[in-house]
C-alpha cells in the first residue's frame, strides 16, 4: 500500500459520481493522505498505514521540532484514492498500472484506511469517491509530504 500524506492548513476533494451526485468533503488544519491499494494488499497493510497516517509526528510543537501528530493537535484528514501512485514509469513514458489492486479490492481497502483513522484514532475523516473524477484543492503546509510504503505482507 502507498500513501502520500501532505501536511495541510485546508482542503477540500469534490468528486462528480456515476450517478450524477456530487460529493464533497472538507478539512482545516490535518493531513491529506492520497492512499492506493497494490496488488497482494491485506487489511493488515490498510490498518498499517491508517495507524501510522494518524501518528506521524509532523506538526511543530512549542519548540518549532516536528514533533505532534495530527491526533495531538486535533486536525483532520482527508483520505482520497488514487491508483496512479502505483504507476510504473521505468520503462517508456506512459505509466503502467498492472501493480494496482483491483477496484473490487482496492475501494473496500482505502475505506478501511478511512474508517480505521476516524473510528481507532478519533479524527474527523472526509473521503473522496473511490473511482470517481475528482478535484482535490489544499494549501500545504510547510511544505511537508511524506511517502508511506508498505509491502504486502500476503497474510492477514
Known amino acids: 500500500m502507498i500513501a502520500v ?11 462528480e459520481c456515476s450517478d450524477g451526485r456530487t460529493h464533497e468533503a472538507a478539512i482545516g488544519t490535518g493531513l491529506v493522505a492520497l492512499v492506493c491499494a497494490v496488488q497482494g494488499d491485506t487489511d493488515a497493510e490498510a490498518r498499517w498505514v491508517a495507524d501510522k497516517i494518524a501518528s506521524l ?4 510543537d512549542d519548540d518549532g521540532k516536528m514533533n505532534r501528530s495530527v491526533k495531538d493537535i486535533g486536525g483532520g484528514v482527508l483520505v482520497v484514492s488514487q491508483f ?3 504507476g510504473d514509469v521505468r520503462k517508456g513514458t506512459r505509466p503502467s498500472f498492472v501493480n494496482a489492486a483491483a477496484p473490487g479490492i482496492a475501494a473496500p481497502l482505502v475505506d478501511l484506511v ?12 472526509g473521503t473522496g469517491v473511490f473511482g470517481a ?3 482535490v484543492e489544499l494549501v500545504n503546509d510547510g511544505p511537508v509530504t ?4 508498505r509491502e504486502p505482507s500476503g497474510a492477514e
Open 146 to 149: 511524506i511517502i508511506i510504503e
Open 84 to 86: 496512479t501512485l502505483a
Open 114 to 125: 478511512a474508517a480505521r483513522v476516524r473510528d481507532e484514532h478519533g479524527l474527523t475523516v
Open 133 to 135: 473524477s475528482m478535484s
Open 57 to 60: 509526528r509532523i506538526f511543530q
Open 5 to 15: 500524506v501532505q501536511r495541510v492548513s485546508q482542503a477540500r476533494v469534490k468528486a
